[in-house]
Each structure stands twice: as structure tokens, then as C-alpha cells.
């Protein structure tokens, strides 16, 4: 069969239609500027773009699959070869991939007003290592800023600034799309600027916090924003397909939240790995490494880090100071927070309180009923133990948990606020969950109560899943071995795809997934199974919103671009004749309930998202 079609189209509609033939996978704004007229069908199904349609073009515009050519700016007839670096494609959800999205959506702007304003000209571009000061126009989901010198439409990204400033910058790298400075001083301050909010003396240097000079409902404002631009731009789905993004919910803490830090030193200078053993001649600098240089940036203290863990920084640089040398290599330092609570009036072994090693007097914290003793532990293979509400965690203090227990309450009540859905009539209850990336049980456990059909997690870390099975057990969870009238929590060690060959026994109807992957997102497998599975809910949680984005839009499509070869139904009049409907099962797709932000990271450019999804049935 031939169809043949000649259509313009606007940008993010041509978008939607290319990548539905697979030929870009991520972020497909990044290579997909112009307006496009798309001409045919073929009976493959391959879309091949014409040529660009003239009415919004410019000289860095592209066809896909052509390649980009660097001609320079406006006023420089010769390229930049020496200075300018050409871009890599970056990986999925990645830094680069993000920022590069936004810095492509502020050319697209760029290039409208060039069109506005023939006159506008641009200067050439600084000498690498020059000072210049630029224009901060927009803030980018890393939480750096995007400026222009004036004069120029070439976009600096710089960090520690905010939309309004004007700061001096040192130029330090020109790519092929932007070029990159290290920010020196603030010239003019934007009126969201307050260098009195500043609790960090690093701040400016240390890469860890990026909004201190924000107030703190600005912040969520632009976390919420951070969010918006995550579905525009990676999630692939038509705005109307997207619900408006709901506020970001705060931290209750906005300093002091973080309960675990990760410093580091590097090995002795000259050490060389198969060379004689050398050690440090002093004390090395003990901390973190700043933007754009390998050297550490030498800590004495972090604001964000709750009391016990600056306690434990303190006591580490101490000890370093005395046995510096002895390393002959680098090495990173754990620091974690660990509760021990005790109720009020407790005697005997449960009103013990002693400290790890006996030597750093805990931070006391008390409550009505009980006083929690908070101190440091810097053994990798040591238990820590939290708690969230009434619950109690215990988990490898080298693993990974969460990092912002106060938090942890309000987040954790949300989910279970919103992990059911509404009441029907005639839809069968939901009786069961199953928690894919559980670790150490977080959501298998403060939900279980809610599904009488019981709750199964699942985690590829065979040690997360035994600290899991203890956790269930800490908090009165049965493992299904005995009929003694508790929620039943289960736990399984396995990779998350193979979670559904383990629930055939689970009506999809009655049972809801939650997701919480990686940074990287959901991979290919897992998501096919996923949607064969069709559970009737999914609750979709992320450090990554880029990432959950992107696996969002495929589960509301209802295909896994480059997985199945069974194609979804049509989600729009584009989908109709991209997109055969005969499958052999029938098919299904989520809409999206809700999407909203929760802030783990107060003074960051970092958000989490909750995004909670229904099924529905073509």
C-alpha cells in the first residue's frame, strides 16, 4: 500500500510524526527545527521529509538525517575551527541531552527575533580564557543559566547565575551550538537575586547547590517549570495528551536535610599506578570537585547536610589531618546519618544511646513519645536505620536510600493518597501492588496496608532485598508463610523485567505498579512487558523527570519505540495512518491522571517526579 500525503507541518507535529519511524529516539527537538513538508508513505512505513519549507528557516537549520554544518555566525564568514568543538550526541536523560534542548528552544527564540529585527548584528566571538559579561535570559533545567553578550546571539551557559543578572564570565569553551564561561561576579543583580540567602561560603564554586540565592518559593516555582519543559521536550506527546503540571511540593526542611554525603581526596601528587608507592607530603584538600576542573575543592563544612553528618565531616578532617599519610591513593569517605530511637522513659538496653565508636556525642532530637539519637557512619558495610513516620528502615549505609528523610512523611502520604484510583462501580478493587526497583522495600512497605491481596517487590541487588525481607519483618509485615492476618510483603531478588514472569497469579485489573528505576529510566524490555502485563494502574516516581518523561510517552502511546513490532493505536489523526491497529492482543495505553514534583533537594537544580497513570482499554 502507497499513501501519499503532502502536509506542512508545524515543528513539534513533524516532530511526533518522524519519530514515530524510530529515526530519533531521544530528544528529537535537538535535530528537528524547521518546518517540514512531509511527502509519503511508503509501504514500509518509512516518512521522508522534502525540502524545508522556506517560510522559517536559518542557516544552522537542518533535514533530519542531514548533517549539520557549522557555517558561523552571522558576522564571521570563517569558522571558529581552533575554539569551536563540535557536540557529541548525548546520551539519553543525560546533562548534555537536557541542556542541550533548552539551548535549542532558546535559538528557535533567537531566530524569530533575527527575522523581527534584520538590523541585530552579533559580535565575534571571545578569545578563549577572556573575561566578557552576558545577559542572563532564561534558566535551564541543569540550573544553570543561558546568556547572550550583547550584541551577540551566541548562548553562554553559566552556572550560579539566574534570569535578569548581568555577570562577568571567564570563556573557557566554544562548541558547536554555545559556548561555555565559568562565572567570576555579579555586575547587576536580577530582582530574584538575594546574596543574603547565601548560607554556603562555597557557594559560587562548589558545584553541589545552584539556587541559594533564590527565595525558596521561587524555587519550586522553577522546579515546577523544570518539569513542564521535560514533557515538552523528551516525553514525545501532543500538549493536550500532557495535563497541566501540578505546583512542586517543598521540602520541609530547605538546609540541614541531606543525610548523606560522599567527600573525597585525590591520591598523593606523582603517584603513578604501577610505579613506587608515594604519599601525601600534607594534607590533601578533603571535599568536592567544582564545575569544569579535576581539582577537589577543599570543605570544611555543607549546610545542606543534616547536623550528625557535619559532625561526621568534622570529625573525618580531623582524622585525615593526623593520617594523610598513610594513603598512597585518593579515596571517598562515606558519611551517613543513622537514627537510634528511643521512647520516652525507656530503661534498660532499649534507652542505650552510644555513639558509633563511642567518640562524636549524637544529635538529640526529642518528640512527645520518643527522643531520636542521630549520629555518623562512615563504614560502607555498616547498617543505618531511618524512619519515616512510624515506620523503621534499616539499609546498607553504602546504598542507596533516599537523602532527604524529612520528606519522606509528606511523599509517602501522597503516594498513598493517590496510588488507588477513584471508586467505580463496576470495576473490580484493587487488591494488589508490585513495586519494580523496590530496593530496601520504601513503597512495598508504606503501602502494603492497602492491598489486601498483598505486595511484591522486586530489586536486582540481592542485599537490598535481604534488607527488605528485615524491614517487612521490622514493621509487623507478614512474608505470606502464615496465615496471621497481617498485610503480606513480599520480596524477590531479580532483575525488574523479570518481575512478571513472578505475578501471573495478579489479575492486572486489581493491581497497581509502582516505578522508581534509575536515573537512566526504564529500558526497552522492561517497558514492553510492562504494557503486555497492562496492570490497571502504574505510579511512575523519578530522580529524573527527563527520563520519566520519555517512558511516560510511551506508555500513553502504548508502544516501545524500536521494541514491539506490534504498533499502538492511534493516538491522533497522525498516529491513523503512521500506525497499523491489528494486533493479536488487545491493546491498551495510560492516560495521564497526574504529574507532579516533589523537591529532595532544596538550593538545587534537581526535582523528583510523581507521575500517576490509569489504563485505558482500545
Known amino acids: 500500500m502507497r499513501i501519499t500525503s503532502i502536509k506542512l507541518l508545524s515543528p513539534s507535529s513533524s516532530l511526533r510524526l518522524i519519530n514515530r519511524t524510530n529515526q530519533f529516539r531521544a530528544a528529537p527537538r535537538l535535530w528537528a527545527r524547521n518546518y517540514f513538508a512531509m511527502v509519503s508513505i511508503e509501504g514500509d512505513g518509512a516518512v521522508k521529509p522534502a525540502q524545508a519549507a522556506p517560510a522559517v528557516t536559518t542557516s544552522n537549520d537542518l533535514v533530519p538525517g542531514a548533517k549539520r554544518q557549522y557555517t558561523g555566525n552571522a558576522h564571521n564568514k570563517k569558522p571558529f575551527k581552533k575554539q569551536r568543538r563540535k557536540d557529541k550526541k548525548p546520551a539519553e536523560g543525560s546533562h548534555d541531552e537536557v541542556l542541550m534542548a533548552d539551548i535549542i528552544e532558546l535559538e528557535e ?46 548562548i553562554y551557559v553559566v552556572p550560579f547565575s539566574i534570569p535578569g543578572d548581568t555577570v562577568k564570565i571567564k570563556v573557557y569553551r566554544h562548541n558547536e551550538h554555545h559556548s561555555v564561561g565559568d562565572f567570576i561576579s555579579v555586575i547587576k543583580p536580577s530582582p530574584l537575586r538575594d546574596d543574603s540567602r547565601i548560607q554556603c561560603k562555597y557557594f559560587g564554586v562548589c558545584s553541589g547547590c545552584q539556587f541559594q540565592m533564590l527565595d525558596y518559593a521561587e524555587q519550586l516555582r522553577r522546579k515546577r517549570d523544570i518539569v513542564v519543559k521535560a ?42 599506578r604501577r610505579g613506587p608507592k608515594v604519599t601525601h607530603p600534607e594534607m590533601p584538600p578533603f571535599g568536592f570537585t567544582p564545575k569544569a576542573t579535576r581539582k577537589v575543592l577543599d570543605i570544611e563544612d555543607c549546610p545542606i547536610a543534616t547536623d550528625a553528618v557535619r559532625k561526621g565531616l568534622v570529625a573525618e578532617r580531623a582524622r585525615l589531618a593526623v593520617e594523610y599519610g598513610t594513603y598512597s ?31 562524636i556525642p549524637p544529635i538529640v532530637v526529642e518528640a512527645d513519645t520518643f527522643t531520636d539519637y542521630k549520629t555518623c557512619i562512615t563504614d560502607n558495610n555498616a547498617t543505618s536505620t531511618e524512619y519515616i513516620d512510624d515506620f523503621v528502615f534499616t539499609n546498607p549505609a553504602g546504598s542507596f536510600f533516599q537523602n532527604n528523610n524529612s520528606i519522606l512523611p509528606p511523599f509517602t502520604e501522597y503516594i498513598r493518597e493517590h496510588i488507588l484510583p477513584p471508586a467505580s462501580p463496576t470495576a473490580k478493587p484493587i487488591r494488589n501492588l508490585i513495586d519494580a526497583y523496590s530496593g530496601s522495600g520504601l513503597f512495598t512497605i508504606t503501602q502494603a496496608s492497602l492491598f489486601p491481596g498483598g505486595s511484591i517487590g522486586i530489586d536486582i541487588a540481592e542485599k537490598s532485598i535481604d534488607y527488605a525481607r528485615k524491614n517487612a519483618a521490622l514493621n509487623g ?19 525488574a523485567p523479570a518481575l512478571f514472569k513472578s505475578v501471573s497469579q495478579y489479575d492486572p485489573d486489581e493491581t497497581v505498579v509502582v516505578l522508581d528505576p534509575p536515573r537512566k529510566g526504564c529500558d526497552h524490555s522492561f517497558l514492553t512487558q510492562l504494557l503486555k502485563f497492562a496492570p490497571r494502574r502504574i505510579v511512575y516516581v523519578s530522580c529524573n523527570v527527563h527520563t520519566q518523561a520519555r517512558d511516560v510517552g510511551v506508555l500513553v502511546r502504548g508502544q516501545v519505540p524500536g521494541g514491539a513490532k506490534k504498533q499502538p493505536p492511534p493516538v491522533d489523526a497522525f498516529d491513523a495512518i503512521l500506525t497499523p491497529a491489528e494486533t493479536d492482543q488487545k491493546p491498551v495505553r495510560y492516560d495521564i491522571e497526574s504529574i507532579r514534583g516533589f523537591d529532595f533537594f532544596p538550593q538545587t537544580g534537581h526535582v523528583e517526579g510523581v507521575a500517576i497513570l490509569s489504563r485505558i482499554d482500545v
Open 109 to 154: 527564540k533567537l531566530a524569530a527575533q533575527k527575522l523581527a529585527d534584520e538590523d541585530a548584528t552579533a559580535a565575534a566571538l571571545p578569545e578563549q580564557g577572556s573575561e566578557i559579561e552576558v545577559d542572563v535570559m532564561e534558566l535551564s533545567s541543569t540550573g544553570e543559566g543561558l546568556a547572550l553578550q550583547r550584541g551577540s546571539h551566541q
Open 329 to 359: 591513593k585518593g579515596a571517598t569517605i562515606l558519611l551517613r546519618e543513622s537514627t537510634k530511637r528511643v521512647p520516652n522513659g525507656a530503661t534498660g538496653e532499649d534507652a542505650r544511646t552510644e555513639t558509633e565508636g563511642g567518640i
Open 477 to 495: 509485615l507478614s512474608d505470606g508463610s502464615s496465615n496471621d492476618g497481617k498485610p503480606i510483603c513480599k520480596f524477590i531478588a531479580a532483575d
Open 231 to 272: 514533557y515538552r521536550n523528551f516525553s514525545q506527546l501532543a500538549p493536550e495528551l500532557v495535563p497541566e503540571i501540578l505546583d512542586t511540593i517543598g521540602s520541609p526542611l530547605e538546609y540541614g536535610y541531606r543525610t548523606k554525603l560522599t567527600p573525597h581526596f585525590d591520591g598523593p601528587p606523582g603517584a603513578q
